[in-house]
């Protein structure tokens, strides 16, 4: 879940449930820069609810029940060096509920907001 910060969401047991809608900005850009051929543009909204746990007692005190995010996507699909197909995404997501840091009693932590920054080869 992109709208926490890595390591918050702990345990040897995960479930998730994301919904996505994307949608095409810009079609057939054919546009060079570098070596990047740029193809498309996409924008998406996501929300995403899941929960880590390990299933002992210390899953109550830790407060280890749903979490919630939401963000949004910019996504460029484009083709690097004329045969590899690449997708550059920036990300920004928000986590909606507190965590607890690693030990009982410790303070809860807002999420704020996290950007994602994703350079990788598209197969789809």
Request: no cysteine; aromatic share 14%.
């Amino acid at each position: 879940m992109k709208g926490y910060t890595y390591y918050s969401l702990e345990g040897s047991r995960a479930a998730t449930l994301n919904v996505t809608y994307r949608s095409p900005l810009l079609t057939g850009i054919a546009r060079q820069v570098g070596p990047l051929y740029l193809d498309k543009v996409y924008g998406a909204v996501y929300a995403d609810v899941g929960r880590a746990w390990y299933g002992d007692s210390m899953d109550r005190i830790l407060k280890r029940g749903v979490k919630r995010d939401i963000g949004a996507q910019l996504r460029f699909d484009a083709v690097s060096f004329h045969i590899f197909p690449t997708r550059v995404s920036l990300d920004a997501a928000y986590g909606l509920d507190t965590v607890p840091l690693q030990q009982a009693g410790d303070p809860e932590e807002r999420s704020g907001w996290k950007v994602y920054f994703t350079l990788l080869f598209g197969y789809l």
